[in-house]
């Protein structure tokens, strides 16, 4: 059983930083991919990052290339999204999901089978 779950969102002022993470367990090879969506209230989901787990290239949005940044911990089986200089724009809920891996690396939604929660990101002016 596949299972994703973040943690980490909360309430920061712009310009700020906060970092998510994501645990996910259940995948039978290394070659999944990981991603990042957000969803701001009335808008669709969007793209924000992804990363595959038996590669060091990472993927962003240009909305928040420069300024997030997505990475792993082998030992811990986390992913982490770092995020700096954080602006009003930024707030949504944020999920994390896992793709299999003929899908590793996509930035469409569809391609991820399996979801978190999500997590608030706050970001006041």
């Known amino acids: 059983q596949v299972h994703v779950e973040e943690s980490g969102g909360g309430l920061v002022q712009a310009g700020g930083s906060l970092r998510l993470s994501c645990a996910v367990t259940g995948m039978s090879t290394t070659d999944y991919g990981v991603g990042w969506f957000r969803q701001a209230s009335g808008k669709q989901r969007e793209f924000v990052s992804t990363?595959?787990?038996?590669?060091?290239?990472?993927v962003y949005a240009n909305s928040v290339k420069d300024r997030f940044t997505i990475s792993k911990d082998l030992v811990k089986k986390m992913v982490y999204l770092q995020m700096s200089s954080l602006k009003s724009e930024d707030t949504a809920v944020y999920y994390c999901?896992?793709?299999?891996?003929?899908?590793?690396?996509?930035?469409?939604?569809?391609?991820?089978?399996?979801w978190g929660q999500g997590t608030q990101v706050t970001v006041s002016s």
């Open positions: 999901a896992a793709a299999r891996p003929y899908y590793a690396g996509s930035t469409i939604p569809s391609s991820y089978a399996y």
């Open positions: 990363i595959t787990w038996s590669s060091d290239t990472p």
